[in-house]
């Protein structure tokens, strides 16, 4: 959901445009949101570095690139990997 206000709140790249917005009141009353007139921005799709947590995973999978995985998590796999495979400790 805050992925999804950022990219609703860049503006397009057309030089001529306005960019003009309003705020408009949540649907339940709880709140509100900026609305942009020119939300054209299909092409924002940003890299975003996760844990192994796969609700975080799902959340950003439709507004982003696939998720890269934080370096810990990758090294911490990759050793898992190794010693499932049983791969000798002098070839790692």
Do not use: V
Request: glycine letters at 2%; proline letters at 5%; charged letters at 25%.
């Amino acid at each position: 959901m805050a992925l999804d206000a950022i990219k609703k709140n860049i503006p397009c790249d057309d030089e001529f445009c306005e960019h003009k917005w309003h705020y408009e009141d949540l649907i339940l009353g709880n709140g509100f949101r900026r609305i942009r007139e020119c939300q054209n921005n299909s092409n924002w799709k940003p890299y975003i570095m996760i844990d192994k947590h796969r609700p975080s995973k799902l959340a950003i999978q439709n507004i982003s690139h696939k998720p890269i995985l934080c370096w810990f998590h990758i090294m911490k796999t990759f050793s898992e990997n190794l010693n499932s495979w049983k791969i000798p400790a002098k070839f790692r």
